[in-house]
């Protein structure tokens, strides 16, 4: 009671001492704001409680209008005689109304949806509500003039009494703009020092650092909020400049918007590089649009959530604000109508709704909807699109997706027609088609990562033995021309192992570093020793040196001694098969001492449609077409012709048969040409997959057979009984069986693997363990 009696007393005290005294609300307000408090949370209101805080609601409603009079009349008695006792009158109604209002919309909050669009609505209610909020705007507006020239003078009389405070204030604002001077003068040499130290001295520098290079390049806008938030965060601490924060609120909107704009039209503009100069336009017309619409949407519903809460005021600038999005958006969608429009023609299916907006583009008012169905189509499809992208970086999913692409194609292409009139091209024609490979063929970037790799050893001043491992047919010896054709600090030195062995190329590098054929591995090595001349030493097929036999190592250790002996900066690099080189790497491990070991990587299904398409024949008077070839519709192959989907489809059957292969690729690619009788037109048609359950069941031992010819490249029956531990009758019969089949080829009495089966054995004996591909 005493305290109560000292804050209705304030006016001796605040004159005297300069003790700053609350304003107290009526007793009728804090009553109300205690009930309000006392209501429970929606989801455990009864049917009373409800009843409750419509009463309480209607209470508050004929209270405000009773103060808001009462408001006015202290106002009035203000203006009319500006004394402190009438001043504490008019605080004391705004402190009430501020209570009242702060009661009305939590009240609002936990009524009904009918009583808030009733009150807060475009009804007669609605009406009388905006006019009372609209006449207590009136009021609050006056009051803070009142309040504000009164605190002016307070400060007047302050600073002549003890200026300290605001000086203290004045020199932390100065502190503050010091800083951003400072930071204004200096920015550019110190993120240019940040770019060379963080970003251009690292080739994959942390996420960190490139989000602190993002937002730099907004850093004077940035500095600018930060200085001007401070500022008013110091000034609004002396008593009579309170209100100066409400300006931060303009602050954060206005300049935090604009860095906002600035920071999305950037990150649009980087993502929308392949896109046309029309497009990228208008993208950033439509970000500017929405974003300048958000930000002054903002500020208005900020401030009047913070002067009159959440009322009727509040919810028709928020229905006028919605208004303004709608016409905002249709001024969007006029225009993106004829670009939209555009886009689509180049997608030849589409569903019905969409054939109906793309007949209403141009007729009135159906032109706005038809341009919002076409743009959620075309996002829709891009989405998919974009999904399906980021999914076949999978290998798994892309491998699954064409082995059942393959079933569709090999189902639709056995219920086909006319395939009675193609005839197969074979031999030396098919070339003429789809050509082989030379000198003046297309390269195809792959291996990238791994050519790095070898290019610090094998580019630099050091001695250096690396070894470059991979399937048959990979692009192991398309990967050492490259090296040898980059190199400008050696002599490079191209060496194919022939299959005889260790013998033969010794005379092959005797040669080629300018010695006689005959020359000794001593010879060798004191010219390699006393040479000025640094040479770069390919060598190929390196896998002719291994035999998967006790002691089949011996040539290849030979081979790698001398080369290491010669004690001068010369470099030697060996392809060797992946079959290989697992022998190899169990049988000895590290002790070899290879500087690096390199496994080529299986080709993507992107670099195989690269390759087979810079094979294909063009110049000639008919080329090769994909017409006719059935293909079922896939999602990322959805706005191509016909003819390039089938062949894009085709390409991924390839791509999957062949594991990545690009040797394996090409053979089937070509046993895929056909004429047709009538027409003498070149096609292309499903291969057929060369498949044989008596590999699946095969005894172990003729699998070790047909292991020990793919590790040896080519093999004799004798190396091959010294490997597999068979008898020489026994090989005999296998190397007849495996022939009958077509298995295997035979090379001046030498069995090697057949092209045509290479795959389909490779696969059996990785699923049986013997082999890894």
Same mark, same amino acid.
């Given at each position: 009671?005493?305290?109560?009696?000292?804050?209705?007393?304030?006016?001796?005290?605040?004159?005297?001492?300069?003790?700053?005294?609350?304003?107290?609300?009526?007793?009728?307000?804090?009553?109300?704001?205690?009930?309000?408090?006392?209501?429970?949370?929606?989801?455990?209101?009864?049917?009373?409680?409800?009843?409750?805080?419509?009463?309480?609601?209607?209470?508050?409603?004929?209270?405000?209008?009773?103060?808001?009079?009462?408001?006015?009349?202290?106002?009035?008695?203000?203006?009319?005689?500006?004394?402190?006792?009438?001043?504490?009158?008019?605080?004391?109604?705004?402190?009430?109304?501020?209570?009242?209002?702060?009661?009305?919309?939590?009240?609002?909050?936990?009524?009904?949806?009918?009583?808030?669009?009733?009150?807060?609505?475009?009804?007669?209610?609605?009406?009388?509500?905006?006019?009372?909020?609209?006449?207590?705007?009136?009021?609050?507006?006056?009051?803070?003039?009142?309040?504000?020239?009164?605190?002016?003078?307070?400060?007047?009389?302050?600073?002549?009494?003890?200026?300290?405070?605001?000086?203290?204030?004045?020199?932390?604002?100065?502190?503050?703009?010091?800083?951003?001077?400072?930071?204004?003068?200096?920015?550019?040499?110190?993120?240019?020092?940040?770019?060379?130290?963080?970003?251009?001295?690292?080739?994959?520098?942390?996420?960190?650092?490139?989000?602190?290079?993002?937002?730099?390049?907004?850093?004077?806008?940035?500095?600018?909020?930060?200085?001007?938030?401070?500022?008013?965060?110091?000034?609004?601490?002396?008593?009579?400049?309170?209100?100066?924060?409400?300006?931060?609120?303009?602050?954060?909107?206005?300049?935090?918007?604009?860095?906002?704009?600035?920071?999305?039209?950037?990150?649009?503009?980087?993502?929308?590089?392949?896109?046309?100069?029309?497009?990228?336009?208008?993208?950033?017309?439509?970000?500017?649009?929405?974003?300048?619409?958000?930000?002054?949407?903002?500020?208005?519903?900020?401030?009047?959530?913070?002067?009159?809460?959440?009322?009727?005021?509040?919810?028709?600038?928020?229905?006028?604000?919605?208004?303004?999005?709608?016409?905002?958006?249709?001024?969007?969608?006029?225009?993106?109508?004829?670009?939209?429009?555009?886009?689509?023609?180049?997608?030849?299916?589409?569903?019905?709704?969409?054939?109906?907006?793309?007949?209403?583009?141009?007729?009135?008012?159906?032109?706005?909807?038809?341009?919002?169905?076409?743009?959620?189509?075309?996002?829709?499809?891009?989405?998919?699109?974009?999904?399906?992208?980021?999914?076949?970086?999978?290998?798994?999913?892309?491998?699954?997706?064409?082995?059942?692409?393959?079933?569709?194609?090999?189902?639709?292409?056995?219920?086909?027609?006319?395939?009675?009139?193609?005839?197969?091209?074979?031999?030396?024609?098919?070339?003429?088609?789809?050509?082989?490979?030379?000198?003046?063929?297309?390269?195809?970037?792959?291996?990238?990562?791994?050519?790095?790799?070898?290019?610090?050893?094998?580019?630099?001043?050091?001695?250096?033995?690396?070894?470059?491992?991979?399937?048959?047919?990979?692009?192991?010896?398309?990967?050492?021309?490259?090296?040898?054709?980059?190199?400008?600090?050696?002599?490079?030195?191209?060496?194919?192992?022939?299959?005889?062995?260790?013998?033969?190329?010794?005379?092959?590098?005797?040669?080629?570093?300018?010695?006689?054929?005959?020359?000794?591995?001593?010879?060798?090595?004191?010219?390699?020793?006393?040479?000025?001349?640094?040479?770069?030493?390919?060598?190929?097929?390196?896998?002719?040196?291994? @035999?998967?036999?006790?002691?089949?190592?011996?040539?290849?250790?030979?081979?790698?001694?001398?080369?290491?002996?010669?004690?001068?900066?010369?470099?030697?690099?060996?392809?060797?098969? @992946?079959?290989?080189?697992?022998?190899?790497?169990?049988?000895?491990?590290?002790?070899?001492?290879?500087?690096?070991?390199?496994?080529?990587?299986?080709?993507?299904?992107?670099?195989?449609?690269?390759?087979?398409?810079?094979?294909?024949?063009?110049?000639?008077?008919?080329?090769?077409?994909?017409?006719?070839?059935?293909?079922?519709?896939?999602?990322?192959?959805?706005?191509?012709?016909?003819?390039?989907?089938?062949?894009?489809?085709?390409?991924?059957?390839?791509?999957?048969?062949?594991?990545?292969?690009?040797?394996?690729?090409?053979?089937?690619?070509?046993?895929?040409?056909?004429?047709?009788?009538?027409?003498?037109?070149?096609?292309?048609?499903?291969?057929?997959?060369?498949?044989?359950?008596?590999?699946?069941?095969?005894?172990?031992?003729?699998?070790?057979?047909?292991?020990?010819?793919?590790?040896?490249?080519?093999?004799?029956?004798?190396?091959?009984?010294?490997?597999?531990?068979?008898?020489?009758?026994?090989?005999?019969?296998?190397?007849?069986?495996?022939?009958?089949?077509?298995?295997?080829?035979?090379?001046?009495?030498?069995?090697?693997?057949?092209?045509?089966?290479?795959?389909?054995?490779?696969?059996?004996?990785?699923?049986?363990?013997?082999?890894?591909?």
């Amino acid at each position: 009671m005493l305290a109560c009696l000292f804050l209705s007393m304030p006016s001796l005290a605040d004159n005297e001492y300069g003790f700053q005294s609350q304003p107290q609300a009526s007793e009728e307000a804090i009553q109300i704001a205690q009930q309000v408090a006392a209501i429970p949370d929606p989801l455990f209101m009864s049917a009373k409680d409800q009843r409750r805080v419509d009463s309480l609601l209607a209470h508050v409603l004929r209270v405000q209008r009773e103060q808001i009079a009462l408001f006015a009349e202290h106002l009035n008695q203000y203006r009319a005689s500006s004394n402190d006792s009438t001043w504490n009158g008019v605080q004391g109604s705004y402190s009430t109304l501020t209570s009242l209002n702060q009661s009305k919309e939590s009240l609002l909050a936990l009524t009904s949806a009918a009583n808030q669009e009733r009150l807060t609505g475009f009804g007669p209610y609605g009406v009388t509500q905006f006019k009372q909020e609209w006449q207590l705007t009136k009021h609050n507006i006056e009051y803070l003039i009142y309040f504000q020239v009164r605190s002016f003078k307070s400060l007047v009389g302050e600073i002549l009494i003890s200026p300290i405070p605001v000086i203290w204030a004045a020199i932390k604002v100065l502190f503050v703009y010091f800083g951003l001077v400072w930071w204004l003068a200096n920015s550019k040499r110190l993120i240019d020092l940040f770019r060379q130290s963080q970003l251009e001295s690292k080739t994959n520098p942390p996420l960190w650092v490139r989000l602190i290079w993002y937002i730099s390049r907004a850093h004077r806008a940035i500095a600018w909020l930060i200085a001007i938030t401070l500022s008013l965060r110091v000034l609004s601490q002396i008593p009579s400049l309170q209100h100066l924060i409400l300006l931060e609120i303009f602050t954060w909107w206005i300049l935090g918007g604009s860095i906002a704009i600035s920071f999305i039209l950037e990150f649009a503009y980087r993502n929308s590089r392949s896109s046309s100069p029309e497009v990228i336009a208008l993208r950033l017309a439509t970000i500017r649009r929405y974003v300048w619409s958000i930000i002054i949407a903002g500020v208005i519903l900020q401030i009047s959530m913070h002067t009159l809460g959440k009322g009727t005021i509040y919810s028709w600038i928020y229905s006028a604000l919605f208004f303004w999005f709608v016409l905002v958006t249709i001024s969007v969608l006029k225009l993106w109508r004829k670009t939209v429009f555009e886009s689509l023609q180049h997608h030849f299916e589409y569903p019905v709704w969409v054939h109906w907006a793309n007949n209403r583009q141009n007729t009135f008012l159906l032109n706005i909807p038809a341009t919002a169905i076409a743009i959620v189509w075309l996002t829709i499809e891009n989405i998919k699109h974009r999904v399906m992208s980021l999914l076949s970086h999978s290998t798994l999913f892309s491998q699954a997706l064409a082995y059942l692409f393959r079933i569709e194609v090999a189902k639709q292409s056995g219920l086909g027609k006319g395939h009675h009139q193609l005839v197969r091209i074979k031999g030396e024609q098919v070339f003429d088609y789809v050509l082989p490979g030379n000198i003046d063929s297309t390269l195809i970037d792959y291996a990238g990562d791994e050519i790095k790799q070898l290019s610090r050893y094998l580019m630099s001043d050091s001695p250096a033995i690396c070894v470059v491992s991979g399937e048959r047919g990979i692009g192991a010896t398309t990967l050492l021309n490259t090296m040898l054709n980059k190199v400008s600090n050696a002599e490079p030195i191209y060496l194919s192992c022939p299959y005889a062995g260790y013998t033969e190329l010794l005379k092959q590098l005797a040669v080629s570093i300018g010695l006689d054929e005959e020359s000794s591995e001593i010879q060798i090595l004191a010219h390699l020793r006393k040479s000025d001349t640094t040479y770069l030493i390919a060598i190929d097929n390196a896998h002719r040196l291994v @035999k998967p036999m006790v002691g089949g190592l011996n040539d290849l250790i030979r081979i790698t001694n001398l080369l290491r002996r010669s004690k001068k900066n010369h470099r030697i690099v060996f392809s060797i098969v @992946k079959s290989s080189w697992r022998f190899v790497d169990r049988a000895r491990g590290e002790r070899l001492l290879f500087d690096l070991v390199c496994f080529l990587p299986r080709w993507s299904e992107k670099q195989i449609a690269q390759l087979l398409d810079s094979r294909i024949n063009q110049s000639i008077d008919k080329p090769l077409s994909f017409e006719g070839l059935v293909v079922p519709k896939q999602w990322d192959h959805e706005d191509i012709s016909e003819e390039e989907r089938a062949k894009q489809g085709f390409y991924r059957i390839l791509w999957h048969y062949s594991d990545g292969n690009p040797t394996v690729a090409l053979r089937f690619f070509r046993l895929s040409i056909n004429r047709n009788k009538e027409t003498d037109q070149t096609v292309v048609r499903l291969f057929h997959v060369p498949e044989s359950q008596e590999l699946e069941n095969m005894p172990k031992p003729m699998l070790a057979v047909l292991r020990s010819i793919i590790q040896l490249e080519i093999a004799s029956p004798e190396i091959l009984s010294e490997c597999t531990q068979l008898s020489i009758a026994e090989i005999t019969g296998i190397l007849r069986y495996f022939q009958s089949r077509g298995f295997i080829e035979w090379s001046e009495d030498q069995a090697r693997v057949s092209d045509h089966w290479f795959r389909h054995i490779t696969n059996v004996l990785d699923r049986q363990h013997l082999l890894v591909k």
